[in-house]
C-alpha cells in the first residue's frame, strides 16, 4: 500500500499567489482530514470528509481557505490568495472506518509563503 | 484548548534508558491514542487504548490509562537512537475532532 499520498512535498511561493495542495488518501479509506502544524499552534485540524462530503470546516482559519474531495481518491486543500502568516506543514491523513480510529498521515507539504 | 497536554515538553536519555512521556487530557474519552513523528515527517500512529482498557504493550512500548485521572503515560523501554523523534497524545472531543497535544520532544543520544 502506498499510504497516503501528498503533492507537492515543498511550495514556495508569493504573498498573494493562489495555492493548491493535493491528497490521495488510502484506497478504501472513507475519512479525509486536513491539519496545519506550526510551532506556535501545534498541530490543528482544518476540515475533515467522510464519504467525500464535508463534516467539519470549523478549523479553516478564513475564507481565503477552501476544500474538496471530488471523488473518494482526491482531495484538494486551496489558499486563494496566500499571505505569509499561512507559512507552514499541511497534513492529509485518512482513516479507514469509524473515523475515531487511527489516523494514517501523509508526508505533508512545507508551504512558504514569501 | 488542548484536548491533550504532554509532559515533559523534552526529553534526553541515553540509549540503552527508559523514556516515560505523560498526557492529560481534560474530557471523557473513547480512545486514546499515540503518535511519533520524526524531523521533517508525517504522524505515525504508535498504539491506541480505548477507554475500558488500562494497559497495552506493542513491542517497546507500553501505554497505561487512568481515565480517573484523565491521563496516559507512553513509557519506551530499551530505548535506541532511533527512537529520537516528536511524541503526541491526541484524543477525540466531542465534537468527533482527534485534538493533538504539543507533543514531547524526545533525544536518545547513542
Known amino acids: 500500500d502506498a499510504g497516503v499520498i501528498q503533492s507537492p512535498r515543498h511550495e514556495v511561493t508569493e504573498m498573494g499567489q493562489e495555492v493548491t495542495l493535493r491528497c490521495k488518501p488510502i484506497?478504501?479509506?472513507?475519512?479525509l482530514f486536513w491539519y496545519r502544524q506550526t510551532m506556535m499552534r501545534g498541530l490543528e485540524l482544518l476540515i475533515y470528509f467522510n464519504n467525500n462530503v464535508p463534516i467539519d470546516d470549523s478549523g479553516m482559519p478564513e475564507d481565503r481557505f477552501s476544500a474538496k474531495m471530488p471523488n473518494a481518491s482526491f482531495s484538494t486543500l486551496k489558499i486563494q490568495p496566500s499571505e505569509p502568516r499561512d507559512s507552514a506543514v499541511y497534513f492529509c491523513?485518512?482513516?479507514?472506518?469509524?473515523?475515531?480510529?487511527?489516523?494514517?498521515f501523509g508526508p505533508g507539504t512545507r508551504l512558504t509563503v514569501l | 484548548s488542548q484536548q491533550g497536554e504532554e509532559d515533559p515538553q523534552a526529553l534526553s536519555i541515553q540509549e540503552g534508558e527508559n523514556a516515560t512521556m505523560n498526557c492529560s487530557y481534560k474530557?471523557?474519552?473513547?480512545?486514546l491514542q499515540w503518535y511519533r513523528q520524526n524531523s521533517g515527517r508525517g504522524l505515525v500512529h504508535l498504539i491506541l487504548i480505548r477507554s475500558n482498557e488500562r494497559e497495552k504493550h506493542s513491542g517497546r512500548l507500553r501505554v497505561t490509562l487512568d481515565t480517573s485521572k484523565k491521563s496516559s503515560s507512553l513509557l519506551i523501554t530499551a530505548s535506541r537512537a532511533a527512537d529520537t523523534a516528536s511524541y503526541f497524545c491526541a484524543t477525540y472531543n466531542q465534537g468527533g475532532k482527534l485534538i493533538f497535544g504539543q507533543g514531547t520532544e524526545l533525544s536518545v543520544k547513542p
Open positions: 474530557t471523557s474519552i473513547n480512545n
Open positions: 484506497s478504501g479509506h472513507n475519512s
Open positions: 491523513a485518512s482513516t479507514l472506518g469509524a473515523h475515531m480510529d487511527e489516523q494514517f
